[in-house]
């Protein structure tokens, strides 16, 4: 989960001179922070480095990421004449560098690499509040008081997600992913609703393994819906045990889930946790070792390697 980032001296060497949207629009760069983690560590799959948010400036919205702030978007979406004139793009004429980095580094990996693409609920909701939110109460009234309007909008999201992740394969990619980070501030029968239909339109037609992921997707029928939407792998977060979430997704894979802060505990005490998740998944198949969120800035790069050794370790 967001294997490379600022928790890497590599990575924020390359941060010194160029900002966040510039290593993501340039091939080369983006390829290089793609492959630090996998030099360092030798994880078992590399993930393309690039932004969730990448569609929303060609779609019409003045995105910065600003120092200390994270993603601001200028012109937010806050009505549904707002929503009508945003643009269905064509991924690889809006981005195309996205996909030339895929190119670049399928000539060099030597495992699997994997794309991904936001979640049609993720990218309204950075669309509507204008950035990250506590309680996304705009985005969610924006849903109940002008449900044609949010229709419109997120067939239009979940339509661009879909063929990002199709120009992703067709240029490469071994698996992608759906990340819906902030689904959980929904209810599971909001989420039915509201959500599960344009999730779906988004994971349509893919011809590569998909895993679709969610925070605070526990509660009851939540997983289960996440499962309904789509997906070969369902990502757990740390506040589902994994072995509800094979119950409750039989025949499922499932990725998952250490807590992020984990990874700043001291060395025992990360051990303990690690090795206590890979007992808990035992000796089933369709287990993917991960954490439950992306990985913490202020992480150490010596429990990351502690990390990824003990999971190449372990014997069920």
């Known amino acids: 989960m967001r294997q490379a980032g600022r928790y890497m001296p590599e990575y924020r060497k390359l941060r010194e001179k160029h900002d966040l949207l510039t290593l993501c629009r340039t091939p080369e760069l983006a390829a290089e922070v ?19 948010l990448i569609p929303l400036p060609p779609m019409g919205l003045d995105l910065e990421f600003a120092k200390g702030e994270g993603p601001v978007i200028h012109n937010p979406v806050r009505s549904p004449a707002d929503a009508a004139k945003l643009r269905l793009i064509e991924p690889e004429d809006a981005f195309p560098y996205m996909f030339e980095s895929i190119r670049m580094l399928k000539k060099e990996l030597k495992v699997p690499l994997i794309g991904f693409a936001g979640a049609p609920f993720t990218l309204a909701s950075y669309m509507i ?20 309007a949010w229709k419109s909008l997120m ?22 992913q759906l990340f819906d980070s902030w689904v959980g501030a929904l209810s ?8 599960l239909p344009y999730s779906r ?33 369902i990502g757990a977060d740390w506040r589902t045990p994994l072995s509800d979430a094979f119950r409750r997704l039989p025949g499922a894979a499932i990725q998952g889930n250490l807590d992020p802060v984990a990874l700043l505990a001291p ?11 890979l007992k808990e998944a035992g000796h089933r198949r369709g287990f993917i070792f991960n954490l439950g969120h992306g990985i913490l800035p202020p992480t150490p790069v010596s429990n990351v390697k502690l990390l990824v050794d003990e999971v190449h370790a372990f014997k069920p």
């Open 34 to 52: 793609t492959l630090q983690p996998i030099r360092a560590f030798g994880m078992d799959a590399a993930i393309l480095f690039t932004d969730l």
């Open 129 to 148: 509040e204008g950035g990250h939110s506590r309680n996304f109460e705009r985005a969610k009234v924006f849903m109940w008081e002008r449900p044609a």
């Open 155 to 176: 067939t239009k999201l979940a339509t661009v997600s879909n063929r990002s992740l199709k120009a992703q394969v067709r240029a490469g990619v071994d698996c992608v």
């Open 188 to 195: 599971p029968a909001d989420y039915r609703e509201y959500v």
């Open 201 to 233: 339109l988004a994971l349509k037609g893919l011809d590569v393994p998909v895993i679709h992921f969610g925070t605070g997707t526990g509660s009851a029928d939540f997983l289960e819906a996440i499962r309904e939407a789509g997906g070969d792998v």
């Open 267 to 277: 060395p025992k005490e990360l051990r303990r946790r690690v090795r206590a998740i």
